[in-house]
């Protein structure tokens, strides 16, 4: 399934009508299981008056660097995505609501090292549309401060609708082969989640994927999505609780939480001032 297409349509909507930017923003906020997933692990590690200095990396609408800008009290935001229509939507409306502190970058991660080091670096849903992502980790493993945080959210081998989406050149990853490129990148593992499990799966299926589903055959249904998320959001909420509060066995995602290893003389060069 080719989900860009869809993507693009919300991405011209909230470009035009900013007014429905924040709308949109809470939208996936409620719809989306990761979205739980990978704000929980950020607040769990940096509290809210924490010096955070953040790399978005595949920005994609900004969700996250708006949320960093606005949780945070003492941030700076340098979003990167090979897509820059996106991007620089999101760059126009930081500037419009005064959002200080944001910096924007088209890049290749493969190619790109962003000058100043991050304590911080987001990963969600980019690796497995990345053919060199060995070189990616590696990219990320040279920007990243002592005791900070990668966060990667990705779609697991267990997920099987990965293999059909067309923008995917892996299906996902196994907890196998994620920790062992992060390893060998230099990285080491402080937690590994696998989300999606039986009920945040079934979550998924009720509140996003039948929508778009519908969605990418006529625009027409847009003018059912509110009956259709008054009937169905309800159940998806209770599922996407048990889910997250669950230790799943298995899921069609893995949330990973990676730090930098460093020699004592890395350490000394590579703090944040």
Known sequence: ???????????????????????????????????????????????????????????????????????????????????????????????????????????????????????????????????????????????????????ISSPSTFDESAKFTAEHVRPGYSKEEIISKLEKAGFKIVSFKYSYGKWGHLAWLLSVKYPMSMLGISKLFFLLMPFYYLLFYPLSVLLMLLDVNMKNKTGTGVVVVAERKFSNSEAQDNSIN
């Open 1 to 151: 399934m080719q989900y860009d297409k869809i993507k693009d349509k919300f991405a011209k909507l909230i470009d035009k009508f900013p007014i429905f930017r924040k709308l949109f923003y809470t939208s996936i906020d409620m719809l989306l299981l990761r979205q739980w997933y990978v704000k929980r692990e950020i607040k769990k590690y940096f509290p809210k008056d924490k010096l955070i200095r953040f790399y978005d990396a595949g920005a994609g609408f900004g969700q996250y660097s708006y949320f960093i800008l606005k949780y945070f009290k003492n941030t700076k935001v340098h979003a990167v995505d090979l897509k820059a229509d996106y991007m620089n939507s999101f760059a126009r409306y930081a500037v419009k609501h005064n959002l200080q502190d944001f910096t924007a970058q088209q890049a290749d991660l493969t190619a790109y090292v962003p000058k100043d080091k991050v304590n911080l670096i987001l990963a969600i849903d980019i690796l497995e549309h990345i053919e060199n992502d060995e070189q990616v980790l590696r990219n990320f493993r040279e920007v990243l401060t002592e005791g900070g945080k990668l966060i």
